[in-house]
């Protein structure tokens, strides 16, 4: 058997990750190669795609072809149906329950500072990026939230230290603002430019009209 062809046929055709062990399992029983063997066709896969538009990905459900981030515009325009938007609020609820799970509904409103909708827990218990890990233990015994395999995937991530640190988000926001800052600068200084050149431009113009009139009067005079 050509186990490498084999497993790069079996990850092309799967509609979701697959990992080292459940691509064993597809061989039959008897026949079914070492867990080292599966593993080194994988990582020689990978390395035969490094300079491809396709990538062999790892994420948290297993492995996976995908698209190569910068490309995706182009494959997106490909579908009608656009991905959905968001809201800040489910974003930041998202947020802080990958940061500080497990955490309870009136843990994220502490945090928030508001009160957390329903739909908005509802949407990412559908979407599948979290789930019920326990209950804590206080009159109510209300839920503990954390997230998922799905959301790893989601997100592209093969474990929740990928996510980038709080130190490393505010270094970002700093950046974005600061290059909003600088946009707006050298947005108003194009506008004052503009608004001197045609301030330029119709003083040139009145000049003109004035030496256009003295020469008439000059002529007619003599």
């Known amino acids: 058997m050509d186990i490498k062809r084999i497993v790069e ?8 990750p697959m990992t080292v062990k459940q691509l064993q399992q597809t061989f039959p029983e008897l026949e079914q190669p070492e867990l080292d063997t599966i593993q080194q066709a994988v990582d020689e896969i990978a ?3 490094a300079q491809r538009p396709i990538a062999l990905k790892k994420v948290a ?3 996976r ?19 959905p938007k968001y809201s ?3 974003l930041e609820t998202l947020a802080i329950i990958a940061y500080r799970q497990p955490v309870t509904r009136g843990d994220i409103e502490d945090i928030r500072g508001v009160a957390v909708s329903s739909n908005i827990i509802r949407t990412l218990l559908e ?3 979290i789930r019920v890990v326990a209950h804590k233990e206080v009159p109510g015994r209300p839920a503990l ?9 989601y997100f592209d991530l093969s474990s929740l230290h990928e996510l980038p640190t709080l130190q490393e988000i505010k270094e970002l926001d700093l950046s974005v603002a600061s290059n909003q800052q600088l946009m707006q600068e050298q947005s108003e200084q194009q506008e004052t430019n ?12 009145l000049k003109a009209e004035v030496e256009s009139s003295v020469h008439d009067t000059k002529e007619v005079v003599q």
């Open 65 to 83: 072809f995908q698209v190569r981030p910068e490309l995706s515009f182009w494959v997106g325009r490909l579908f009608e149906e656009k991905p």
């Open 61 to 63: 459900s297993g492995y």
């Open 127 to 129: 979407r599948e990026w």
């Open 9 to 16: 046929a079996l990850l092309f055709a799967s509609d979701k």
């Open 194 to 205: 503009r608004s001197e050149v045609t301030e330029q431009g119709q003083e040139a113009e």
């Open 88 to 90: 800040r609020a489910l």
């Open 47 to 49: 390395g035969e795609y």
């Open 145 to 153: 939230y954390g997230t998922t395999k799905q959301f790893l995937d």
